[in-house]
């Protein structure tokens, strides 16, 4: 729902035997035919696909290990197709039966119906935002002449498609305002297609350009720079490995066999590149990447007549992103010698490090975002794990300290060079986004469009503690519930978590991975949300001390934060669910895994499950920066010690609900296709095991809400059922 791009490193994821070729009987299957222990009317839980076990195995440095699903990887396969149509049988023929699962939806579609809105970005004589009705799948793009006048649609992904399932992704306006140049996605793929709306007639180009993945635009005159991998191969394109990434620039109006290739590098076929350019167009920035962190930074003068690009940064270790440029000097945020950052003056003319002046020094508090406007600097800083805006000039002396209007999180800044106000969105566990204007002279805050929704904000509270995890470290968690709430050891309770990939898990309302947090606060639920190790909240030291070696922290940060919950007498045991998306599926898979007594609920969503094998599709061999990687007789020792998929034994587990999306090629579902069937392999608990597979669905952006409504409401209806809970009825009416 936002208008400003962002640097794309961050990649910082029934039963049926009949019609079953997949599912034929094997001595090693197993058959589940029990019941819930519960207060309300016991489910049958129905008998799993009885999944053949195939004898492949491998030999990583001299281990032996067993890939017994081996044949779930090609999830394009009928064979497959028919295993995922028998899984999702089974998994709704159980949710669909719990009794209040209907009422959870209702619930859900009223907390969604609201108008939400993206802080304006001012394009020419417009101000150009996103707005979403409530429940329309995809958000629609909109312009006004002026604050205060009547709104246009400039552009409706609802269009797309008829079911929601194409999706817009990343937008660019040209310098002059006249083009919008914007990607789109199909069933939830990281791929992309370019097209190029003329924003003077509203009318669509003939411009297509494709195969492009993580990918900036950067417009330059009447033609923009993208990257893009080369085509992949027939049955490839969800699963094949991406590699021999490019630069491309293509002119508006013309085929894209005519796009002029700008940069390539063969002999680092796994590296990839993305391009910005200053506001002036004087310089060209060249960014080159090989996994989720560090970067390599060149840049062009284009009007030089010399085709190539200068180096400032060649190594590919810290993190260098470009803000703008001052005349010759490049404005650039960086971690080097920084784990919290700092800003850095790089002057074109002597790039070399040792000339480097800093403007804006490293402090306690991590800086997440820099923009300039209005002819200063606006940092988005992190502090404790929620955000804080300051102001500074262009000398880098504090103007002043902008008062948000609560602990919460701060999105998408926007404004111009030479405009004196600026907006952004902000949100917390308890209050969903708003737009707020921004004095720049005088850093106060003003409200500017806040959302009317069905859920009393003021009856809720978020507060931060601290625990101690395994090794000593204190690690802060924030609990929201509602006001008053008796603690007596036995509320239902979701904890959250991430862990990885620098990325910071911040106070916010309504995105998709904590679409359940109202939910269980109005259900005198708690929601807490732990932010371990390995994340960006602390700068790069709190990320590394949760990687490769180190990456079992972030399992014993997140297993000392549900056991604080259960000592505090939040909740026990029987009331307490685990959730994690991507890497936070890993994370759920892992804790579930080693600590299988601690919950009674864990929900592995899009998980990277197979630690031996993830870098083997798409993107995966990215991640090897955060993971460590198998070829490495080390790494491999500590990867498949926590491998969720080859730790499951022989005992009981949590109530498992496993998601995914049968058009995910970031983490390709065959993660959680392998990990599922081990585990109803395993299982000896009463407990349903079960997977629900999202169909023309990938990892999670482009996801339309229809579909956002219908996985939360399974998983909170899995989740309630299990805990023998029924939710709070005279808060679902109507």
């Given at each position: 729902m936002y208008l400003k791009t962002i640097k794309i490193i961050s990649i910082s994821l029934g039963f049926c035997l009949c019609l079953l070729t997949c599912t034929q009987p094997a001595n090693n299957s197993k058959k589940v035919s029990k019941t819930i222990a519960s207060t309300m009317t016991n489910i049958e839980v129905p008998e799993y696909p009885l999944t053949k076990r195939g004898d492949l195995v491998e030999d990583y440095h001299g281990t032996k290990v067993l890939d017994a699903y081996r044949w779930l990887e090609d999830d394009r396969s009928t064979e497959t197709g028919n295993w995922v149509k028998a899984q999702n049988k089974a998994t709704y023929g159980f949710i669909d039966r719990i009794p209040f699962r209907q009422k959870i939806q209702d619930r859900l579609e009223k907390l969604w119906s609201y108008e939400r809105y993206s802080a304006p970005v001012k394009k020419k004589d417009y101000y150009y935002f996103f707005k979403n009705d409530g429940l329309q799948n995809q958000d629609v793009l909109y312009r006004q002449k002026g604050l205060e006048a009547a709104p246009e649609i400039v552009l409706d992904p609802n269009k797309f498609s008829s079911d929601g399932t194409t999706s817009l992704g990343g937008i660019k306006f040209s310098k002059d305002g006249k083009y919008l140049a914007y990607e789109v996605s199909?069933?939830?793929?990281?791929?992309?297609?370019?097209?190029?709306?003329?924003?003077?007639?509203?009318?669509?180009?003939?411009?297509?350009?494709?195969?492009?993945?993580?990918?900036?635009?950067?417009?330059?005159?009447?033609?923009?720079?993208?990257?893009?991998?080369?085509?992949p191969k027939k049955g490839e394109k969800l699963k094949g490995e991406n590699q021999n990434h490019a630069i491309y620039f293509h002119e508006v109006g013309s085929s894209q066999a005519e796009d002029k290739p700008i940069y390539f590098d063969r002999s680092n076929p796994d590296r990839g590149f993305y391009t910005s350019i200053t506001q002036d167009e004087k310089y060209l920035l060249l960014g080159a990447w090989e996994s989720t962190s560090g970067n390599a930074l060149y840049y062009k003068e284009l009007e030089s007549k010399k085709d190539e690009f200068i180096p400032i940064v060649d190594e590919?270790?810290?993190?260098?992103?470009?803000?703008?440029?001052?005349?010759?000097?490049?404005?650039?945020?960086?971690?080097?010698?920084?784990?919290?950052?700092?800003?850095v003056l790089i002057d074109t003319k002597k790039p070399?490090?040792?000339?480097?002046?800093?403007?804006?020094?490293?402090?306690?508090?991590?800086?997440?975002?820099?923009?300039?406007?209005?002819?200063?600097?606006?940092?988005?800083?992190?502090?404790?794990?929620?955000?804080?805006?300051?102001?500074?000039?262009?000398?880098?002396?504090?103007?002043?300290?902008?008062?948000?209007?609560?602990?919460?999180?701060?999105?998408?800044?926007?404004?111009?060079?030479?405009?004196?106000?600026?907006?952004?969105?902000?949100?917390?566990?308890?209050?969903?986004?708003?737009?707020?204007?921004?004095?720049?002279e005088t850093g106060k805050v003003n409200l500017h469009k806040a959302p009317k929704i069905d859920f009393d904000s003021n009856k809720f509270e978020t507060k931060q503690v601290w625990f101690t995890s395994k090794d000593g470290t204190k690690i802060p968690m924030f609990i929201s519930h509602k006001k008053g709430l008796e603690l007596d050891g036995n509320r239902p309770t979701l904890i959250y978590g991430y862990g990885g990939f620098d990325i910071s898990i911040l106070p916010g309302f309504n995105t998709t991975r904590l679409s359940l947090a109202p939910f269980m606060m109005e259900n005198d639920g708690v929601f807490a949300v732990a932010n371990i190790r390995g994340g960006g909240e602390f700068g790069s030291d709190w990320h590394k001390a949760g990687t490769k070696s180190k990456k079992q922290n972030v399992f014993n940060d997140f297993i000392a934060a549900s056991e604080y919950l259960i000592k505090e007498n939040y909740t026990s045991s029987e009331k307490l669910a685990a959730y994690g998306r991507s890497n936070g599926g890993l994370l759920i898979g892992a804790v579930m895994t080693q600590r299988p007594d601690l919950y009674k609920v864990a929900l592995p969503a899009v998980g990277v499950l197979d630690m031996l094998r993830y870098e083997k599709f798409t993107i995966g061999w990215a991640w090897a920066s955060d993971y460590g990687s198998n070829a490495?007789?080390?790494?491999?020792?500590?990867?498949?010690?926590?491998?969720?998929?080859?730790?499951?034994?022989?005992?009981?587990?949590?109530?498992?609900?496993?998601?995914?999306?049968?058009?995910?090629?970031?983490?390709?579902?065959?993660?959680?296709?392998?990990f599922i069937s081990e585990l109803q392999h395993q299982h000896t608990g009463e407990t349903p095991v079960m997977i629900r597979v999202a169909i023309d669905a990938g990892h999670g952006a482009g996801k339309s809400t229809k579909e956002k409504i219908n996985e939360?409401?399974?998983?909170?209806?899995?989740?309630?059922?299990?805990?023998?809970?029924?939710p709070v009825v005279d808060k679902m009416k109507g």
């Open positions: 199909e069933g939830g793929s990281d791929w992309q297609t370019i097209k190029v709306l003329d924003l003077e007639t509203k009318k669509q180009g003939p411009d297509e350009v494709k195969w492009v993945k993580f990918s900036e635009i950067a417009w330059q005159g009447n033609g923009f720079y993208y990257s893009r991998y080369p085509a590919i270790k810290d993190d260098f992103t470009f803000i703008d440029n001052l005349g010759s000097k490049l404005l650039v945020l960086t971690n080097n010698n920084a784990p919290n950052k700092r800003i070399q490090e040792k000339n480097w002046t800093d403007l804006i020094p490293e402090s306690k508090h991590v800086i997440q975002s820099v923009d300039v406007l209005g002819g200063k600097l606006v940092l988005n800083y992190l502090e404790n794990a929620s955000n804080q805006i300051k102001i500074y000039d262009m000398e880098g002396k504090v103007l002043s300290n902008v008062k948000l209007p609560e602990i919460g999180k701060v999105q998408n800044v926007t404004g111009t060079k030479e405009d004196s106000n600026a907006f952004f969105a902000f949100e917390s566990f308890t209050k969903p986004l708003s737009i707020y204007k921004l004095d720049l490495n007789a080390e790494d491999f020792k500590y990867l498949h010690a926590y491998s969720p998929l080859h730790n499951i034994e022989k005992q009981a587990y949590p109530a498992t609900l496993v998601t995914t999306g049968d058009h995910d090629d970031r983490v390709v579902p065959a993660h959680s296709f392998k939360a409401s399974d998983i909170l209806s899995f989740m309630f059922y299990n805990f023998g809970e029924t």
